[in-house]
């Protein structure tokens, strides 16, 4: 990848050309001049996931797409099962009280309460 503003900085990549370099590829930014991103780092070497991927679908580390409610599901949709990686489940300390809402911090004295989506796939019924 070439800066359109400074041809002499880029970032490279051992991808093949056949991944169009979509996916997680591991892209050195030795040659990047005044790079922000690796500013501090030890190593300029970093992992960058590209998508071509649509709002609402999840960019697995090969590049492929499958829907974001596929994602942390517990069945593997990507083809290397990253779709299944990362995924954690919510663990609630003992003080926490269920009938009120998460809240985010708007500012330093004001908060908000946060909107949480949740769905649920009943996917079977053991009696």
Do not use: W
């Not at 992992?47 to 679908?57: A, E, I």
């Amino acid at each position: 990848l070439r800066d359109t503003k400074d041809p002499g900085s880029k970032a490279v990549s051992s991808a093949l050309e056949s991944s169009l370099l979509l996916g997680m590829q591991v892209f050195d930014f030795a040659d990047v001049k005044n790079d922000r991103c690796t500013t501090g780092l030890a190593s300029k070497k970093v992992r960058v996931k590209l998508t071509s991927c649509q709002d609402g679908q999840f960019t697995c580390s090969d590049g492929s797409c499958v829907g974001m409610r596929q994602r942390c599901d517990q069945l593997v949709h990507c083809r290397d099962a990253s779709d299944e990686q990362d995924c954690g489940l919510l663990g609630l300390e003992g003080s926490y009280n269920r009938k009120v809402p998460p809240i985010i911090s708007i500012n330093a004295t004001s908060f908000s309460p946060a909107v949480v989506d949740i769905s649920i796939i009943l996917m079977k019924v053991v009696s």
